[in-house]
């Protein structure tokens, strides 16, 4: 069964600060692996998809890497905010379901 | 374009109580629903997702059930909540129907804004 960890569990930075957040998955037969955010007590919002065939996808200040072969994932976070303060999920499909990994807490400090 | 919308938002059970979480979509047809559940410092764990009317795929054997009575349409209910179904609830879709996008790879999955279920 497809298993997902990100590391670290919690991070805190000052602002302005870039980082990266990591993501790994035990099987490479993936059809996409997402990034999303979510606020306390709030839903999920996606960030960004990577299809299998890709290898990195960009918004904005965020830019997510993809490396099947080795089951991993980066965000990396440009000149971080104070807004970017969240936790931080990826999760991988595989055709109609999706794992999710447990998430990185982020809290970007003024 | 498509919404999602999940209610009520909070809810306070007493153990022993039924439960009744309502999902709709949209603007889309055909959609896969999902059910998780996030309990405190965990993750998501995925309860049920549906393909279709009356189409249901238990990934958890629990004190919970799920029914999709019409296309974009997801229920999520108990006969007798217990303490442990507290949680923060989330219900999701994606593009279903063997969409191009799900092969592709270009599946996104979008969320609800959560039910924060408390069993006292």
């Known amino acids: 069964k497809q298993e997902v960890t990100q590391i670290p569990a919690a991070l805190s930075v000052p602002e302005g600060e870039n980082l990266v957040l990591n993501c790994s998955f035990t099987?490479?037969?993936?059809?996409?692996l997402q990034w999303f955010r979510q606020d306390p007590g709030k839903g999920l919002t996606s960030l960004l998809l990577?299809?299998?065939?890709?290898r990195e996808q960009t918004s904005g200040r965020l830019n997510a890497s993809l490396d099947k072969s080795s089951g991993r994932s980066t965000l990396y976070i440009a000149a971080s905010q104070p807004g970017d303060s969240a936790t931080y999920l990826c999760?991988?499909?595989?055709?109609?379901?999706?794992?999710f990994g447990t998430g990185t807490s982020l809290t970007v400090i003024p | 374009s498509q919404t999602i919308h999940q209610w009520p938002a909070t809810l306070v059970q007493p153990v022993g109580s039924p439960l009744s979480l309502e999902c709709t979509v949209e603007?889309?047809?055909?959609?896969?629903l999902y059910w998780y559940r996030q309990a405190a410092g965990r993750g998501l764990q995925l309860l049920f997702y549906s393909v279709g009317i009356g189409q249901i795929s238990s990934e958890v054997p629990q004190n919970l059930s799920a029914s999709r009575p019409q296309d974009r349409q997801f229920i999520l209910s108990s006969k007798k909540l217990l303490l442990s179904d507290s949680g923060f609830y989330l219900c999701?879709?994606?593009?279903?129907?063997?969409?191009?996008?799900?092969?592709?790879?270009?599946?996104?999955?979008?969320f609800g804004a959560g039910t924060r279920l408390s069993v006292l």
């Open positions: 990577i299809q299998s065939s890709q």
């Open positions: 603007g889309t047809s055909n959609p896969n």
């Open positions: 999701a879709w994606s593009r279903g129907g063997s969409s191009a996008d799900e092969f592709l790879g270009k599946n996104i999955q979008y």
């Open positions: 999760a991988v499909s595989a055709g109609n379901q999706f794992y």
């Open positions: 099987d490479s037969a993936i059809y996409n």
